[in-house]
């Protein structure tokens, strides 16, 4: 499995465009990227994920550039309740490959 | 739809004790996934359950073992507890093993287990 790359923690203001970013230059051409979120004490939560082209749901937008090699999560809108920790995950087969993700914080 | 639980949701032992938790998948799905995430880290993947088989395993010893049954639910047994099995035991469910959409896995809120 791909290992990812992510910062640590990020802030974001209340109202604003959160973009999480992530980098994953090993990805191989059969993996897809996925994006989970835990909110404290919870268990993950999906929230989006793609292949190759930009993908867009009710909670997130992804944007995989050209060469696969990284991508961004994008919370159009945020809000207090999007505090959490992102992870960005490369998943082949079986298993999801938690790393230790980012750490956003929502400011009113 | 009923999503994925988990029982119970707290859980205190003894360390040389036994602990069985127990995970009821997401109804439709026939995959079931456990990991366990320590205080401070991401989930890790300890073994998964695809209609009844065990289908891949990580890096945990023998005396974690699992069970699925055909219903889909799924049991995780930890055997001789040691003090650095407390954690969260997050079971996910999913349609599948493949990545892609179908691999897309739901997690239940978790067991925290804690070992004296």
């Known amino acids: 499995d791909a290992k990812t790359t992510q910062p640590p923690s990020m802030d974001c203001a209340e109202g604003r465009a959160a973009n999480l970013p992530c980098n994953h230059s090993?990805?191989?051409?059969?993996?897809?990227v996925y994006w989970y979120r835990q909110i404290h004490s919870q268990g993950p939560q999906y929230i989006i994920h793609g292949l190759k082209n930009n993908e867009t749901n009710e909670m997130a937008s992804l944007i995989i550039t050209e060469d696969r090699k990284s991508s961004t999560l994008i919370l159009p809108h945020a809000t207090l309740r999007d505090t959490a920790v992102y992870y960005c995950i490369v998943k082949g087969a079986q298993k999801l490959v938690f790393g230790q993700g980012t750490r956003l914080t929502i400011n009113p | 739809e009923t999503g994925v639980t988990q029982s119970p949701t707290h859980l205190i032992k003894t360390r040389g004790q036994q602990v069985t938790l127990r995970c009821s998948s997401q109804s439709g799905h026939n995959t079931v996934s456990w990991y366990q995430q320590a205080l401070g880290q991401g989930p890790q993947f300890i073994f998964q359950?695809?209609?009844?088989?065990?289908?891949g395993r990580g890096n945990f010893p023998p005396r974690f073992s699992g069970l699925q049954f055909p219903n889909y639910s799924s049991e995780l047994n930890v055997n001789a507890l040691e003090l650095d099995d407390s954690a969260l035991y997050l079971c996910?469910?999913?349609?599948?093993?493949?990545?892609?959409?179908?691999?897309?896995?739901?997690f239940g809120p978790g067991t925290r287990l804690t070992v004296l």
């Open positions: 090993t990805i191989s051409g059969n993996e897809y």
């Open positions: 996910a469910s999913s349609l599948g093993t493949s990545g892609g959409p179908a691999g897309e896995q739901f």
């Open positions: 359950y695809y209609r009844e088989e065990e289908n």
